[in-house]
């Protein structure tokens, strides 16, 4: 197996160490809760955790990749990973449960950090664009992967220790794989220099893109952590709509070389946008088994967001380096987080309101739950606007690059 072969794989199964250590832990915090007597918001706060160490390490990554090397952050986040798991299943507290969290939340956001950017200086072109899709596939697909996992152990009757030993799996596989393998230098010679880095960050293209990279982070996760609440009085199953939907987007990223090929980068995310649209608008309006249907639209429409909007920073901003690619992956995570709770208001608004008019029981919640997913078509219909204004843009960039070429 060659170097760059034993890299990508490695960073494949990094992330799937990520996406089991979401899936899984969403799966035990039933148990988690009820072996060490914890509250709701202890386990809320346990989760945060996860959430806040991402985009730290993120950006810290980014901006020490080019000094210390991607090989050096990931042996941290082999660290990060371990330490967390083993901490995870011995500490037996919420104290240690808070710790061993934002240790794996470190050593995943390191994952982006060292993986992202060392696929970028790896490969070129379409290539490029494809080995950044199927390395990203790996988080709906370990997110499927860890959810089955759960589910089956947790009818067995096995417990959630065993569970998060799972997680040591692909852990001990990556660390076999990077072991000894020379990482590559940076394509673009201005990118392993920080203020060429930063110069390059405060170009109006990308702080566009920053601030769509808010927009597409919460379009596609917003509906994601809420859908099985709205959608569980629908006559739609939430847990299959939640698999069908990551199944779909691990298929799609897949099959994103050959897209992103076809339309170009720009083309796939105002694509992507429209169809994003499309689904939290049917999920808004529909129920029973239009749900599913919903679930397609959205799923096609979210699969190329966030592995495209990295590989975009890569192609087309490169001086912003590894530190561009972690701060735009950050802003993702960061504003997942602050969304949430303003979701959950919106939620406890239209509940409000459905009382007001009458309603009550599962009609109640079924009205509030559309009402808000009403209200997130927003965001993903901003981004048809602002995608529309990056096609043409980028088009016409293109053309005067063709046409000075041509003179």
Known sequence: MTTNNRLFYGSCFALITTALSFSIRAG???????????????????NSMWFLGFPIS?????????????KVIMQFALFAHAFGILLTIYSGSYEGLL??????????????????????????GDEMSSKMNRFHMWFPGGIVIGALISKFMTDAAMGWQSQIWVIMIPTVIYAWLFFGQSWPKAKEVKASNIGNNFSAMISPLFIFMFFCMALTAISEFGPQQWVGVILAKSGAHPMLILALVTGLMAVARYFGGSVVAKFDITGVLLGSAILTTIGVFLFSTQTGGMAYVAAIFFALGVAYFWPNMIGFIAKYI???????????????????????????SWIDSDKAAAKAQGLTGDE???????????TMVIFPAILIIAFTVLFFWMKSKKTTVSVEATA
């Open 99 to 124: 710790i061993s969290t934002l240790l794996i939340g470190l050593g995943n956001g390191c994952t982006e950090a060292a993986c992202n950017p060392m696929i970028a200086d790896t490969y070129s």
């Open 364 to 374: 109640l919640e079924l009205f509030a739950g559309q009402a808000t997913l009403g």
């Open 58 to 70: 993120m950006v810290v990554g980014g901006l020490i990749y080019h000094k210390v090397g991607g």
């Open 28 to 46: 035990i915090l039933t148990q988690l809760g009820t072996e060490l007597s914890l509250s709701a918001s202890q386990l809320g706060f346990i």
């Open 318 to 344: 490169p001086a912003s380096g590894a530190l561009g690619m972690s701060v735009v992956g950050a802003v993702g995570m960061f504003s997942t987080s602050i969304f949430q709770p303003i979701i959950g």
